[in-house]
């Protein structure tokens, strides 16, 4: 009898402790929950309501510095938004045993904004996570040292990064989309806040659930926003703030993560932007400036980061995360009429495609780094002819797989660095790629996603809390 209640009292706990692991397990799903792997996230609902912020309200002074440089990379992609450097500074064939010299080095709050260098200086939004803030900061390109910074407070729930943008910046304007959808124009030389805008509020943007992706465009001293919302797109003058022009939104698309594109499309100059329900061309100078001129819904995937890719005078590639794939966009035109037609689509298993970066064009051919729903050419950076998007001219080596990280060609080479924080520098040979170097250059790197700047010689480069200035220069 005393066996048998023993045996009873052993099956009772096991039961119970098999239930409580189960609860435990399934309860809020944080006590037992499973590491993030990148691109493996739910795909969840966007937009939150909107909050009171006051936005640019402070301004630091640190440090006068003289500084100058003789190229710059002014805003996402560059000069000519196509992640090619024109800058002609000879870059390094090889590195030393220790990899690239590291000239300076900064700790950030998490996320992955990429940087853009204008004049000698470096240009960084950054979330403060202690004083919860958004900050623009600015960098000497020579020595790291940090010139000034200008903040406001807005209260961020951590969710795989907060930072997330790229500021437009020229000799007299500079530009920044907030994670919340706050812009800011400022004096690139002294941090003066010029005029603020907040998009949730006047808009009705419903900023994406894992915070603002979309880099903001300055053309001809207009700044380029999507907002999303009550308009698809807008024009502000940059010298005063004002509105200039707005594009209706009769597809009720969202803001994505992806960025307004400025391409010459059957000779006339537009802006395309892909956002969550569609793709849409707007005129992008003349008396109609922010006139609709095309929509294409058929185009719908939930989550889009990469922007546009002009692929022929008439054609684009379009891309997108989360097992959607890539496709082509054929615009045609019937006198003053356009229409854009979803040409090709396909998964990711079955041609082209990326979840993060835009791709790069060179010549007729298209380079990208596949995502985790290639199957075995996943992670892996391919070639593919302009003229046949399913099948690559060239793979990498299967042994080397790059994530999600960023991919740049300066100098007939090309820099790829991995989520982890390794450094790989291939020569370019136009469709096909040769290992020159590689290098950790984060040690313990972790989601290194933020695309890279290039200027006379120095990568800037970051992961989830660093940035670094990295000499590629051939010195």
């Known amino acids: 009898m005393r066996r048998l209640y023993s045996t009873y009292i052993t099956a009772f706990f096991s039961i119970s402790l098999l239930a409580l692991l189960i609860w435990w397990r399934a309860g809020s799903g944080n006590l037992l929950a499973e590491p993030r792997v990148p691109g493996l996230d739910n795909r969840p609902d966007s937009g939150a309501a909107a909050i009171d912020v006051t936005i640019g309200e402070f301004f630091e002074l640190l440090a006068t510095e003289t500084s100058s440089s003789q190229h710059n990379w002014p805003r996402f992609r560059g000069e000519d938004f196509d992640n090619i450097v024109k800058d002609p500074t000879p870059l390094a064939d090889s590195w030393p045993a220790g990899g690239?010299?590291?000239?300076?080095?900064?700790?950030?709050?998490?996320?992955?904004?990429?940087?853009?260098?204008?004049?000698?200086?470096?240009?960084?939004l950054d979330y403060d996570e202690d004083e919860k803030a958004d900050v623009l900061r600015c960098y000497s390109l020579a020595t790291g040292n940090e010139l000034w910074k200008r903040w406001y407070h807005v209260p961020l729930k951590r969710n795989h990064?907060?930072?997330?943008?790229?500021?437009?910046?020229?000799?007299?304007?500079?530009v920044t989309i907030g994670p919340r959808s706050h812009v800011m124009c400022?004096?690139?030389?002294n941090g003066d806040l010029l005029w603020t805008l907040d998009m949730e509020k006047q808009y009705g943007t419903e900023s994406p659930f894992w915070y603002t992706?979309?880099?903001?465009?300055?053309v001809n001293d207009v700044?380029?926003?999507a907002p999303g919302g009550t308009a698809l797109m807008i024009g502000v003058d940059c010298a005063?703030?004002?509105?200039?022009?707005?594009t209706p939104n009769p597809g009720s698309i969202k803001m994505s993560h992806s960025s307004v594109m400025p391409y010459t499309i059957l000779g006339r100059e537009m802006l395309i932007y892909n956002g969550i329900g569609g793709i849409a061309g707007v005129s992008a100078s003349g008396s109609d400036a922010g006139k609709l001129l095309w929509m294409n819904t058929e185009w719908s995937p939930s989550v889009v980061a990469p922007s546009p890719v002009k692929i022929s005078d008439s054609e684009l590639l379009v891309l997108a995360g989360?097992?959607?794939?890539?496709?082509?966009?054929k615009i045609t035109e019937t006198g003053d009429t356009y229409t854009a037609t979803l040409e090709q689509k396909h998964n990711p298993r079955e041609g082209i495609a990326s979840e993060q970066q835009t791709p790069l064009l060179t010549g007729n051919h298209l380079w990208s780094i596949l995502p985790k729903d290639a199957a075995i050419l996943r992670n892996l950076m391919v070639c593919y002819s302009i003229n046949d998007l399913n099948n690559p001219v060239w793979i990498s080596d299967r042994e080397m797989r790059f994530g999600l990280g960023p991919y740049i060609i300066a100098d007939n080479k090309m820099y790829v660095l991995t989520d982890e924080g390794e450094l790989f520098m291939f020569s370019f040979g136009g469709t096909s790629l040769e290992l020159l170097a590689r290098h950790q250059i984060i040690p313990d790197g972790v989601d290194a996603w933020g695309p890279f700047a290039i200027a006379d010689g120095y990568l800037i480069l970051r992961d989830s809390h660093n940035i670094l200035c990295v000499d590629v220069g051939k010195r």
């Open 223 to 225: 700044a380029i926003l």
């Open 240 to 246: 005063t703030g004002q509105v200039i022009w707005e």
């Open 161 to 174: 990064g907060m930072s997330r943008t790229i500021p437009a910046v020229t000799g007299k304007y500079l």
């Open 100 to 124: 690239p010299r590291i000239v300076w080095q900064h700790y950030l709050g998490e996320g992955h904004a990429g940087p853009a260098i204008y004049n000698g200086r470096v240009y960084l």
């Open 213 to 218: 992706g979309q880099c903001p465009l300055i």
């Open 322 to 329: 989360y097992g959607f794939g890539g496709g082509r966009i």
């Open 186 to 189: 400022v004096n690139p030389d």
